[in-house]
Structures are given as C-alpha cells and as structure tokens.
C-alpha cells in the first residue's frame, strides 16, 4: 500500500486554517495513489499550544476541525489532535476514516523537561494504539512515546504489528536529527518493526521544528528521508514480505545539512515564520558595521528577500569611519533598504537635558547606554510608522552576561541570534560569505566593539569569546559547577567573574525579545532561574558566602 507524510508548517491556535491544509494535502495525496496520509503531533492545533489548551472554546474548535476533516478527506487521515475526554484532556492521534474516528490513540509518555511542559496540560494515555488498513496493521506512538524505555516497540509484536507510525513535533536544536534517526534505528533493531517518523516544520516564536521526517524498514535501512526546514508531501510504499517483515521503498533519502548550514537554515525559517505569522509587513534592524548587526541582515534578506528589509544606520561620535563603510557595503551587497540617521545632536539633546542632574557626576556607562536607547528609540519610530519587526541583534554571549543595553540594544521583537554564541556568530557569517560575499572581511578581522566610548572594545569588559563561550556552554548547557570548569584549563578568576555577571543579567535576560532556538539549552523556556537569587554558584560551601 501506498501512505503519504505530511510534513506541513502549522500555525498554532488557527485549527480552522490547519484542517484546511490538511484537507489539501489529503487530496493531493489521494490523486497520488496513496491510501493513508500522516500528519505530525497535534496537527489541528499546532504544537505547542500552550496555555489555549485551558480554552474550552478553543478545544471545541479543534473538535470542529476535526469533525470537517473527517467529512472531507478523501482518503484515511491518521490525525494529532487534543482530544477532552471524560474531563481529561489528551495528546491524540486519531484514524480519521468514512466520516468519523475510527481509532483513537492518546499519547502515553508526556515530557516536562527543557521547552516541554505536556503535564501542566494532558493525561496520560494507557491503551496501545494500532489500526488494520489494505492487511497491514500499523502501530501508533506520538513523539515523546518512542523515546521512553517503558514503551518499547516490541511490545506491539503480539499484535503482528508491521509498521509503526510515530507522529512527532520535535523541536530542532544542533545535533538533533541525528539523534533521532539513531534512536529510531535502535528501536527498529529491538522490534524488526518497521517506522515511519514524521514531523512538524516550521517557526512557533523561538522553536523551529526543523521536518526531516524518515523511514526505516525492518531490516534497519534508512529508506526515506525528507528535507529540512522544508513543507513535503511525501509518498511511501509498503510492502509486507514473507507474511512478516514489512519493506518500505521511497525515493532516495535526502541527506542532512552539515551543521553551519542546519544553523543558518533553522535562523532564516525561525525569523520568516514569525514574520509572516504574525503578520509584518517586513523588518527593520540597526546595522552598526559589527559582526553581529551585519550576520542579522543577511538572515534577514534570505529569510524575506531583500525589498523588505530595512537597515537604520545611526553613527555617533564614537562611531570609526570604517564602520559605516563596512555598514554601507553590506546594504549594497544584499540590497536591502537603508537611512543614515546620525544621532550626535540627540546625544547632546540628552546630555544637556540631564545636566541639573548630572552635574558633578563623571561620564560612565550611563552615557553609553543612553546612545543605545536613543538608537532603540530611533528604530522602534520606524517599526511603529511602517509595520515593520524591530529585529534585535545581540548574541548569546552578551545576553549571558548582560553586556548589552535594557531598552537600548535588547529593544525589539524578536532576537534572531539570541541562542548563538559569538564565536558561531562568526562562524555563520563565514559559512554565509562562502555563498556569496555579504560581509567584508575586515569585519570579520576587527576587534569587535560597542563604539559608545571612545577606543572601546568588548574584551576590555569581557573574557576572549573562546574562554566565555567555552564557560558558558560549561555551565549554562552541561550545568557543570566553577569547579568543574576551572580545571578545565579556565582562570578560576575567570570563570567566578563570568558566573556573576551571568547571575546579575537574569533581569536583563527576562525583559529580552523571544529569538530562535538552535542550542540544546537556550535561555528563556529552557532554563528558569529566579531573579531574586541568593545562591553564589561561585563561592565556596554550596554556593554560600563565608561570614
């Protein structure tokens, strides 16, 4: 028999518009010769839901769509859904089949770790899932399901289970595909079931789900892959061989990004989909002739093309010549839109309405931030006055610890490499030169640096980036301790410094623009710590400070 994977971009809340997709997939699929189509996770909703899932009207909607769907498509449908039940709420997956439900599943293993929070929402399921369609009896599990050891597949082999379907939102970060089509090869050996793994693609604020929905048979052959960060419909055969084993042929499987361009791929849906979703008319950023603003505006042009996306450049006194030349050269490049919006006099503006104030008082960082916030100011008018999303571009090394301005810098609506550190921000921008040159090299060679003061450059404030990104991945995403990490070779001076700026910038990181998720552990859902903090993860005895 022949089943089609639907590998779709939905948009959570709008089950309406995302029965309606499906509907059209079902149809092409249909006129395909197929006799099945699988959706992924929570179709009809979009995944995650969140809290629209303590909606009772939303939930009758999602009923509703489902109910159209079941009328329409032209062919079974193996459906995710959230389903109400008996007062309980579940993450199902239903056979959608002459008008009605044919076969129910709920999604028995509920993750509630890093961005998942599925206890807060649905119960449990308790009953195997599977269904007969053309001889074959297929298997059902919903994501979470494959990777918990308590529901290991050879449990269905008393049911002469010859596929299993698994129905999947799982959010990419680096490394991830990998990880799933190895575990979906363990899994396969264990049973000799065959299984087809199909997920969500798209943007949902800062998750992407990345597709790369696969296939392997039974004897372990990897037979389908679809591509990455990509919409597909894709036909599969299944054969039953020898009453037995179940083979599956497809199309070559398409190979996996190699990480540079996973990355860039995952940066450039994640920003497209929050645009185009949330209904902006474009983007705008300011480009400063820094590494970080010029990687942002390439994204931004492949992401939306380059007509709608805007640059304000805004030079101070600080400002090297060579910056805006650098600025200027990029615009050029990508052909993106730009205004030169110099901001001296609303600097002196400023200063002069603070001297009652002020007075007595030295220069310190109070006047740097307040050319960043007059810039925020500055671009916020623009994103106001025409539609467009005030993209902020600030690293995943200067959120860590706070070298950045609240209001200023960190002003805008989405955060598009908020989750890269900046020794990747480098190397994204290499990769991005390697496909036509966008960023001159001299930006890629200078010291970088916040022009808000005179001769300023970052590591006058901050450790290498090599040493902070190497503490930083030590102990934000391995969680490891300032012991741990200063016997790695690290400064213990270092490392202590870094973990209290870290803990001081909590409030600065709370009040940031949501940003793309490319890390096993990014700030923000993944990791929720306490503003008002008293533990000292630098200090000796538990993290308490000696009296």
Sequence with gaps: MRI???????????????????LTRAREAAAQGAELLVTPELALSGYPPEDLLLRRDFLDCCQQALEFLARETPLPILAGHPQQQEGRLYNAASLLRDGGVETLYHKRCLPNYQVFDEKRYFSAGARRGSFVLAGVR???????DIWCEDIAPQEYSAEEIRCMLVLNASPY???????????????????????????LVGGQDELVFDGASFAVDASGQLQARLPQFQEC???????????????????????????????????????????????????????????????????AADAL???????????????????????????????????????DSLFDAYLE?????????KADVTEENLQARIRAA???????????LLISTGNKS??????????????????????????????????????????????????????????????????????????LQAYVERGESAEDIAVQGISPTTVDRTLQMIQRAEYKRRQGAPGVRISPLAFGKDRRYPITNGFRPWAPECGQEKP
């Design 398 to 471: 200067e959120m860590a610890v706070g070298y950045a301005t609240l209001y200023g810098d960190m002003a805008g609506g989405f955060a598009l490499i908020r989750d890269c550190p900046k020794t990747l921000v480098y190397a994204l921008a290499r990769y991005r030169n390697r496909l036509g040159g966008v960023i001159p090299e001299r930006v890629l060679e200078r010291a970088p640096s916040a022009e808000l003061a005179p001769g300023q450059k970052d590591q006058d404030s901050l450790p290498a980036y090599e040493v902070l990104d190497a503490i």
């Design 4 to 22: 089609a994977l639907a590998q779709c971009d939905l948009r959570v809340g709008d089950a309406g518009g995302n029965a309606r997709l499906l």
């Design 305 to 343: 093309g380059a007509e709608r996306v805007h640059a304000l450049l805004m030079p101070s006194r600080y400002t090297a010549p060579m910056s805006v030349e650098d600025a200027l050269s990029e615009v050029n490049a990508l052909g993106v839109r730009h205004a030169i919006l110099p901001i």
């Design 353 to 361: 309405a603070l001297a009652p104030i002020f007075s007595g008082t």
């Design 138 to 144: 297929f298997g059902v599990l919903i994501c979470e």
């Design 173 to 199: 970060h680096r490394g991830k595909p990998a990880e799933r089509e190895s575990l979906v090869h363990d899994r396969v050996r264990q049973s000799g079931v065959a299984m087809v793994y199909v997920n």
């Design 233 to 299: 419909l894709a036909l599969l055969d299944v054969k039953v061989e020898g009453g037995t084993a179940c083979r599956i042929l497809a199309p070559e499987p398409v190979p996996l990004l190699e990480d540079l361009e996973e990355v860039y791929g995952a940066l450039v849906l994640g920003l497209r989909d929050y645009v185009e979703k949330n209904h902006f008319v474009g983007a705008v950023l300011g480009l400063s002739g820094g590494i970080d603003s010029a990687l942002t505006l390439a994204i």
């Design 378 to 388: 500055l671009l916020m008018a623009h994103s106001n006055k025409f539609g467009h």
